[in-house]
């Protein structure tokens, strides 16, 4: 009986051991993330493309092709920590709650391929810059609409579809709120976020004419101290322990 008392908590604690190195991992890959997504889904956009003019926009992204497809590949940076974000904080936060853990690695999922989707709008004007030969049919005027058009879908399809990534948000925010091993604030805002996400998504959809970027912004705060605090501190481990022996959902 002994044995396997022992036993049993050597196991725990080596499980301890691997979360601190999840948490730390987490919190690398959400700063890359956010490097990343920044560069790639904010800086460059804001630098090249023009709203209202599309033959500004066409000869911006001649001019700096190079930047373009580099606001791109840090999109596929982005991608890639999300999905194994979404891995890891199922980890993370399974012994809260197993199964409100993975429906929000599953939402998390969902929203990444969802924006990847949209990002194809985003690469598709490379097509025509190329030039080939069976664009000759098109004007240069025509030419220009059709970059702009694939960009203003590639920006419209960034947040009809944010709702996942919010929800998934939220849930996390609930069970790092209930986990014990997580500070309340870091529950209280990352769930904040996961809420402007969603009320983003529903006023693009229902109410355009309110949408306001600024909503998305709420993800910063909380982001932030987030990828700090796994970098840093990780997880309480004693709490983390109490709850894995406790066998939760």
Known sequence: ?????????????????????????????????FIGGGFGEAYVPSKLIVATDAAATMENLKLSEIMFRLGFAGYVVEAC??????????????PVHRYVSLLAAFL???????????????????????????????????????????????????????????????????????????????????????????????TAVLAPQYQSGWLLALMIPGSFLLTVWLLFKGVDLPRWEEKMAGGTL
């Not at 702009?148 to 947040?159: D, E, K, P």
């Open 81 to 94: 920590c999300d999905v194994t974000l979404a891995l890891i904080f199922y980890v993370l936060l399974k």
């Open 108 to 202: 998390g999922l969902i929203g990444t391929a969802t924006f990847a989707a949209a990002e194809l709008f985003y690469f598709a004007p490379t097509l025509l810059l190329g030039g080939g030969g069976y664009l000759k049919s098109f004007s240069p005027d025509q030419l220009n609409t059709l970059a702009l058009l694939s960009l203003n879908l590639f920006g419209l399809g960034a947040v009809i579809f944010t709702v996942f990534y919010g929800l998934g948000w939220v849930l996390r925010g609930y069970l790092m709120f209930q986990s014990g091993y997580f500070p309340k604030f870091l529950g209280v805002l990352m769930t904040v976020a996961g809420l402007a996400f969603i009320v983003s998504n529903f």
């Open 1 to 33: 009986m002994n044995t396997d008392a022992t036993d049993g908590s050597l196991l725990i604690r080596r499980r301890a051991l691997s979360v601190q190195t999840y948490a730390k991992v987490a919190g690398i890959l959400m700063l890359l993330s």
